[in-house]
């Protein structure tokens, strides 16, 4: 296709072409362009006669002039003079038909100039002519004869109106021929040197006309352009103009903004230029509205306005100024506009992302805490009682750990939507960021009340999850604090709850707390063990303290649990339940659980050959692909066989039940290790994970072999149940926690192959299991024929602190370790009281059953007995402070 040739291809009506149409081959009209020589011959004259209309007219002074002439000097014209001063006036006189002929028909050039010598040098020669002869005569003096000539020659310019080839033909005709007479070789003299200049003057009037020609074309061409350049921008929607007279009338618009209105070009030419917008909308106010600058006659610059468009919201940004015309009057106005919608969307999106959880839609923690800033800072004292809950997820590190970041953002999505679920309208709900959440809930709540909607936030959370075709479980901790019991600033407020959320997670996770005072010092101590920890981790403060495992059958020792211990240099030793959730929560579980596998395995090779030992692997641990290579190097730095080292694993790594947990296992087992299911029953159980995986014991936890010798207790039924599932499936069985000689008969006979608990041996240091290895495998059972507490009924009045509120309960029957007490209704299992029960006597106890107004609770320390073996604390006695802390069994992860 010709590049001359304009593309037409438009898009549709409203769109914007994404490319320029090109109008160059149009940008100058033809009526315009004259050409070159053209000024030479026709001089200003519109019409492009060479012959102007006024021609004809010049018969007249012809006839007159010699008639003038002859009068004056009282004298008659020779016969030629006569005839030739005729022959003059009537050829000039019927240039009228030429003048007709020249508008009617379009003759070349040559025709043209034909004409030119034919109605005017031929006449105007044949008058010079005349007068030659009349003077040449002797009849009248040369002077008149001239006089006419050159009155003649004046009318001739005059008629032809700046015609330069017709004023030029006329003087060298009516010169000429009066020379002609005088000097014929003179005349033709003349009138070839007449005609030369006449050449010489149409090149160079051809030549000016060009460059005319040329500098219109280029400035045509700078307009076209310019055109071409606003009409392109206008169509790409990038901008448009407009402009008004002094009325605020349209007289000029862009029509793509006619487009976008869904109106006409003509049909808002004259109307109000504010028709445009919905002015309702105004972004601005005061002097920086549209109508005070229309009405002020001022400029402005970046106006944002909302178009009058219907169906959708479209924002322009305007700027105009007042035009004055050259008597400096207001004619209007005249300006652009561009389109601000998607910029105002950036922003608002922008403005989204400053308040909101891009991940889960939730608020940020900016917003949140401005809300929470918001409440508390009410004008009306009453109104900024409000109640914070801080939520973190339990074991959602894990899911990470083993599924990925995109699962655990899956996750954290469904976790937003539950909790939106669960708050409802009674708050509002932010991601703080990771796996933490925070709900605020405006105005007084009762303190039972927030209890229930902190249990159904936990309920809810700890559901499974279907994450990527896999099966997920989590759990979830809150912390509550109350405004203004607890604070009166955000900053009290957040770090009191964060304290609490603590408490709830190292009581146990899956739970909610309110804040007391009283767990500022618990803080305190939790950062301080922190840092000790970590210092115990790098200068070998740790050591691993062996229990051992023995054969129902044979009574002899087949192994040992490592179990982790530390003795801390001013506090002396510190129970693994309270230092494992420390280094869990800090990430240090990792470091210490591959110290305590290497160290098992350089203990175990001054062991004798047919004794075992069994490490517990954290979840953390197992989610790290390098875990068989750590085994494998510990087993070679020790030189001992890979199936005497026995991993213990919880049935926490099955929450995430994907490829890599059996590919895990798969690479253990194929190391030649044997691997135990710790605690099982305690957790999530499933017995679709013991189908699958090569576990080769399971250890029944301690919980189910507490109380299993009682009068109407379950866990002897549940014990059988899975030593028979172990049995099936070809495994052996190991009770924990075996205290007394009933539990221990109880667990033979029901057929468990192994034991473990202080009823053989207390756990042993390194040094101590070695010695104790060299007096032989045989083991004797020794301790209590009886694991429960005696028991004392009576009637007495206690006080229950809980969260600073006190209430008032009935002891019914006490013992060492626990009591029951009524007039509490419906307590959850896990709340922690401070039981008043004599003065300067508190105990802390907690919640393990309840049932209408009675609970059952346990005491964190076992209480004394007097010398008559009573409760010395009933007896009005305050506890010795010998009593220690009883030595919790934790293992390592």
């Known amino acids: 296709m010709s590049a001359d040739v304009p593309v037409e291809a438009t898009g549709p009506t ?19 362009l004259r050409e070159a020589g053209a000024s030479f011959l026709f001089g200003s004259d519109s019409s492009g006669q060479l012959v102007a209309a006024e021609w004809p007219r010049l018969a007249l002074p012809i006839v007159l002039l010699p008639i003038g002439i002859a009068v004056f000097n009282l004298t008659i014209p020779g016969l030629l003079a006569s005839l030739l001063v005729a022959m003059a006036a009537v050829v ?24 030119v010598g034919a109605v005017v040098a031929l006449p105007m020669f044949l008058f010079g002519s005349a007068m030659g002869v009349w003077g040449a005569s002797g009849e009248i003096d040369w002077f008149y004869c001239l006089v006419a000539v050159a009155t003649l020659s004046l009318l001739a310019t005059v ?44 090149l160079r009037q051809r030549k000016i006309d060009l460059l005319l020609r040329e500098k219109a074309e280029n400035d045509a061409r700078v307009q076209t352009r310019a055109q071409e350049i606003l009409a392109d921008y206008e169509e790409t929607g990038q901008g ?47 002097e920086r509205t549209l109508a005070f600058h229309l009405s002020a006659r001022s400029s402005f610059s970046d106006l944002a306005v909302r178009a009058a468009v219907r169906d959708e919201e479209r924002w322009w940004s305007i700027t105009g100024r007042p035009t004055y015309d050259t008597f400096n009057n207001f004619t209007g106005f005249r300006g ?108 007084k709540i009762e303190r039972e009340q927030l209890g229930h909607l902190a249990a159904r936030i936990i309920e809810s959370l700890s559901q499974p999850y279907s994450i990527e075709g896999s099966r997920v479980m989590i759990g979830a901790s809150v912390g509550i604090a109350i405004a203004p019991d607890d604070g009166v600033t955000s900053e009290a407020l957040i770090r009191n709850a964060d304290l609490a959320l603590y408490a709830a997670k190292d009581g146990g996770r899956g739970r909610h707390h309110f804040y007391a005072p009283d767990l500022h010092s618990d803080a305190e101590e939790r950062r301080q063990m922190e840092e000790d920890l970590r210092d115990a981790v790098a200068n070998g403060g740790l050591e691993l303290y062996y229990q051992p495992v023995v054969q129902t059958a044979t009574e002899k020792i087949t192994g040992f649990e490592a179990l982790l211990r530390w003795n801390h240099p001013q506090q ?62 510990a087993l070679a730095n020790a030189q001992v066989a890979a199936e005497r ?107 468990c192959s192994h034991v473990q608990g202080y009823i053989y041996e ?77 003065d300067n006597h508190v105990v802390t106890a907690t919640c393990r059953w309840s049932h209408e107004d009675r609970l059952g609770v346990e005491f964190s320390l076992p209480l004394r007995l007097d010398e008559t073996g009573r409760i010395a604390a009933v007896a009005g006695r305050p506890p010795s402070s010998v009593d220690v802390e009883a030595n919790t069994q934790r293992k390592v992860g």
């Open 572 to 633: 002396g030793w510190i129970s693994p339940a309270r230092f494992i959730p420390v280094a869990e929560d800090t990430g240090l579980i990792a470091p210490i659980g591959e110290w305590a596998l290497r160290t098992a395995c350089q203990d175990l090779a001054r062991w004798p050959d047919n004794v075992r030992v069994a490490v517990n692997v954290s979840p953390l641990q197992f989610a790290n692909p390098s875990l068989p290579a750590i085994v494998t190097n």
């Open 336 to 443: 652009s506009g561009t389109d601000l919608t998607e910029k105002r969307r950036s922003q608002e999106h922008a403005s989204r992302l400053a308040h909101f959880d891009s991940l889960t839609g939730l608020s940020n923690r900016f917003r949140m805490s401005q809300t929470l800033e918001k409440i508390l800072l009410t004008p009306q004292v009453q109104h900024r009682a409000c109640s914070v809950f801080l939520l973190d997820l339990d074991r959602f590190k894990q899911v990470n750990d083993t599924l990925g970041h995109p699962a655990g953002d899956a996750l954290l999505k469904q976790v937003a939507q539950r909790l939106e679920r669960v708050v409802g309208k009674m708050g509002r709900v932010g991601r703080l960021g990771g796996d933490e959440f925070q709900v605020i809930l405006p105005g």
């Open 14 to 32: 409203g769109t914007a072409r994404d490319f320029a149409r090109t109008r160059r081959r149009e940008r100058i009209a033809p009526a315009n």
């Open 159 to 202: 008629a032809q109106s700046g015609r330069l080839v017709g004023v030029l033909a006329a003087q060298v005709a009516v010169w000429s021929g009066i020379t002609c007479v005088a000097s014929t070789i003179a005349g033709y003299f003349s009138l070839i040197v007449g005609v030369g200049i006449a050449v010489v003057a149409y």
């Open 645 to 751: 080292l026995e991993l213990e694993i919880t049935e926490s790594v099955f929450l995430n039940d994907d490829e890599g947990t059996d590919q895990m296992f798969k690479s253990l087992k194929g190391i030649g290790v044997r691997l135990a299911l710790d605690d099982f029953g305690t957790g999530y159980s499933s017995l679709g994970y013991l189908r699958s995986a090569p576990f080769d014991k399971i250890k029944i936890d301690q919980s189910f072999v507490r109380g299993a010798t009682q009068p109407g207790s379950r866990n002897g039924a549940i014990i059988a149940s899975i030593v028979s599932l172990a049995e099936a499936l070809g495994m052996e069985t190991t009770a924990e926690g075996v205290e007394t000689l009933d539990e221990l008969d109880l667990v033979r006979m029901l057929g």
């Open 762 to 838: 207390r756990p042993l240091s390194s040094m101590n299991a070695a010695a104790r290895l060299s007096t032989g495998l045989m083991a004797i059972a020794q301790g209590p024929r009886s694991a429960r507490a005696a028991r004392q009924t009576m009637l007495r009045k206690v006080v229950l602190d809980h969260g600073g509120h006190r209430y008032n309960g009935m002891i019914r029957n006490i013992s060492q370790t626990g009591a029951l007490i009524e007039g509490l209704w419906n307590v959850p299992s896990g709340t922690i009281f401070r039981v008043v029960l004599a």
């Open 92 to 115: 000039t006189w019927l240039s009228h038909i030429v003048v007709r002929l020249e508008s009617e028909r379009n003759f070349e050039t040559g025709q043209r100039m034909a004409l």
């Open 240 to 286: 448009w103009f407009w402009e008004t007279d002094r009325r605020g009338h349209l007289t000029y618009l862009s029509a793509p903004v006619a487009e976008i209105l869904g109106r006409k070009v003509l049909d808002l030419i004259g109307r109000p230029f504010a028709e445009l917008f919905n002015l309702t909308e105004q972004s601005g106010e005061g």
